[in-house]
């Protein structure tokens, strides 16, 4: 089932600058929207929500539907084709599709392995995506860091070590794989940020940890030109990424992930940046707050 507004919540379409501010574009009490991709053209947002694809307009400030057929609700896993042509989107049977992004027919690319298939990542070159896999439809299982090429051929795992891992995402150069694991501590779910080697097979690379915190770190993004990174901070001793809770946007340079440049306070997680968000220039990348009736508007500050 898609997700839907609490009574009384409201749903909030940020964009926030690399310098520290962040700006309201859209705000609804109807429509629960999720993951926000940046269109390459840099003039458009493109969420999920209520299971379908929506293109919201930076300039006019407009929501348009995009219509898909062949595929079923959508969830809020969703990454833009390089081409800028193109989106990828995983879809509540569990499998990957792509589609065009002005909308039109889908195609389902994961096959029948008996896993659910939650994409994250594609290759700068178009050509391999890179997923989380979770056997038989099992959520108590831990999540595998999975590839797959395009061209055809079986998935590749990734030995990402014990615990569950998420949210796998090429680098600009395509050279690694940045994520979110629990292998760096026994604590249930205290996920931390960490990157491997792209293209190394399973036992051949092991995870660099990239953020020792004792908050709950997830959905690392880096921006396009590599320079800088957004992540979600849970409070420590959340388990997963759930929805409706005090969160931060973090910004950090990619250089030092211990010093965040800025952070941005806000009710969320399930849903704010689950997906890369960033804008083709690397000036600014956009999230979702979902600030409920009794919380207090601290969305849009920022804290250093």
């Known amino acids: 089932m898609p997700r839907s507004l609490l009574p009384g919540q409201r749903c909030e ?13 859209y705000s609804t009490g109807d429509l629960l929207l999720e993951a926000p991709n940046w269109a390459l053209d840099g003039g458009s947002l493109v969420l999920n929500g209520d299971g379908k694809l929506w293109a919201l307009d930076v300039g006019s400030r ?15 896993d969703h990454v833009l084709a390089p081409d800028g ?15 065009p992004l002005r909308g039109g027919e889908a195609a389902r690319i994961t096959p029948d392995d008996g896993s659910f298939h939650f994409l994250h990542g594609v290759s700068p070159d ?7 896999g979770i056997d038989d439809g099992d959520f108590s299982r831990p999540g595998r860091l999975l590839t797959l090429r395009l061209e055809g051929g079986p998935p590749s795992m990734l030995d990402t070590g014990p615990g569950h891992c998420d949210g796998p995402e090429y680098s600009p150069d395509g050279q690694w794989l940045y994520f979110n694991t629990e292998a760096f501590t026994a604590a249930p779910g205290h996920a931390q ?50 929805a409706d809770l005090p969160v931060d946007v973090v910004l950090v340079s990619t250089c030092d992930w211990a010093t965040p440049l800025h952070s941005w306070p806000l009710s969320g997680g ?13 000036t600014r990348f956009a999230f979702v707050a979902y600030p409920l009736p009794d919380a207090q508007a601290t969305k849009g500050s920022s804290r250093d």
């Open 270 to 282: 399930q849903g704010t940046l689950n997906v890369n968000s960033w804008s083709p220039d690397s």
């Open 13 to 25: 379409v940020w964009i926030a600058s690399v310098t520290g501010g962040a700006a309201l574009v």
């Open 126 to 132: 178009g050509g391999e995506l890179a997923y989380v």
């Open 62 to 76: 407009t929501l348009d539907h995009v219509p898909l057929t062949g595929i079923p609700d959508l969830n809020n």
């Open 85 to 99: 042509a193109g989106i990828f989107l995983s879809a509540n049977d569990g499998h990957i599709y792509r589609a």
């Open 193 to 242: 940020i960490a990157r491997i080697r792209a293209g190394s097979s399973a036992g051949e690379a092991k995870p660099e940890h990239l953020l020792a915190s004792d908050t709950v770190d997830w959905f690392p993004h880096l921006s396009p030109d590599g320079r800088l990174a957004s992540y979600l901070r849970f409070p420590g001793g959340t388990l997963g990424h759930p």
